[in-house]
């Protein structure tokens, strides 16, 4: 759905001479009140209510021109985010959902927002600043890619059940392998091999139908930020964790969306107005248990290159962890500045330590451990 943007219908210099003849650059909270109902014919109605929610929240007693102006252009100022964090108010017009005579590109964007978000004002919000520009492009393109690397293995290696078994699998040089860790490219490719096509099917399908919408609200570059944070914690859980093991898929950060999503929810039952929304929770984590339960099945399954074990499940557990943590501190603050959140700050310090550790652990541990560690491929 493509969104016009109105520029705010009242000048600047009406504002000034009739309502801030001192040139302040403010105007009572009553004051706007009566200029809104003057004037809210001509706003959308749903911005109408927005601002009628920063009048009624403002604690100070007046707003600033510019504020008004950054609602009309979609901006959210902070007065308007302290509005938002206070939640007291009423919405007086019906739900987003009670809306009808909606073309199909806007009530897919309703269900996104819906499935996504908590609140109805920032529903409401995301709905009409929604402009599909720039698409979801990430998620796409980043499935496209695990998928057209999978073709490729699949006709090289002329097998696409269980890749993982055949003798030259292990030579690829983008999966993860204990013996090539210095190869720091190992710790993100490794997302574009998959074990075989049920491995590849599920997880394409976990990220598309929940990656896409997220990505839809949040953006591209926090949603891409999670799935990127998942991958490298994968990995580098695998090499503390299960060190003399390979890695291959890109469930790392399949699952740290997913967790940080079904997190989102649990957090938000009450406002989460999705349908069905417990029996999506057990649908997503059905398939999580039953890709995690395949994954375990496999590391510990008689390799097909012996010594070298089959994939290791651990990368799993990292992507989860990123998830209910950074994930989670993502998807909650939706269109507000991370920088500005102290949990954002502790979470990715957290975050950082433990890159740190692991790069210390897989630079000196495996030399003192004497672990034995499978050939290289």
């Not at 009309?72 to 019906?94: D, T, Y």
């Not at 690397?149 to 078994?165: A, E, P, S």
Request: aromatic share 12%; with cysteine; charged share 15%.
């Amino acid at each position: 759905m493509c969104c016009f943007n109105p520029e705010p219908t009242i000048p600047l210099v009406l504002f000034s001479l009739q309502f801030d003849p001192e040139n302040t650059g403010y105007i009572s909270t009553e004051r706007f009140r009566n200029l809104l109902q003057r004037h809210g014919s001509e706003l959308d109605p749903h911005k109408l209510e927005v601002l009628l929610a920063l009048a009624d929240n403002n604690s100070e007693g007046k707003i600033c021109y510019q504020d008004f102006v950054n609602l009309m252009s979609n901006k959210r100022s902070n007065s308007f985010r302290q509005a938002i964090l206070q939640g007291n108010r009423r919405l007086c017009s019906k739900a987003l959902l009670e809306e009808t005579g909606l073309s199909l590109s806007q009530r897919l964007i309703r269900h996104v927002a819906y499935e996504t978000l908590p609140r109805e004002i920032d529903r409401k919000w995301y709905y009409d600043s929604y402009t599909c520009c720039p698409p979801p492009w990430f998620m796409i393109a980043i499935t496209i890619v695990e998928v057209a690397f999978f073709l490729y293995n699949g006709v090289i290696l002329d097998r696409f059940v269980l890749q993982v078994t055949h003798p030259l699998y292990l030579k690829n040089s983008l999966l993860y392998h204990p013996q090539l860790r210095a190869q720091a490219w190992r710790y993100l490719t490794y997302i574009f091999m998959h074990a075989g096509i049920e491995h590849l099917g599920l997880n394409v399908v976990l990220q598309l139908v929940v990656g896409v919408p997220l990505e839809m609200v949040h953006g591209a570059a926090r949603i891409g930020f999670v799935y990127i944070a998942g991958i490298l914690a994968g990995s580098l859980a695998v090499s503390i964790a299960d060190m003399t093991a390979p890695v291959v898929g890109s469930s790392g950060g399949v699952y740290a969306l997913i967790s940080a999503h079904l997190a989102n929810i649990v957090m938000n039952w009450s406002g989460m107005k999705c349908q069905f929304k417990l029996l999506r929770m057990a649908v997503a984590l059905i398939c999580m248990s039953f890709e995690f339960g395949r994954a375990v099945w496999l590391r510990f399954h008689p390799s097909a290159y012996p010594p070298c074990p089959h994939p290791s499940f651990v990368a799993h557990l990292g992507g989860v962890a990123v998830g209910i943590t950074l994930g989670v501190v993502v998807l909650r603050n939706y269109e507000q500045r991370l920088q500005d959140q102290s949990l954002w700050w502790i979470f990715i310090s957290i975050y950082v330590v433990f890159v740190l550790f692991a790069i210390f652990w897989n630079v000196f541990a495996y030399s003192l451990l004497d672990l034995k560690l499978p050939p290289p491929p």
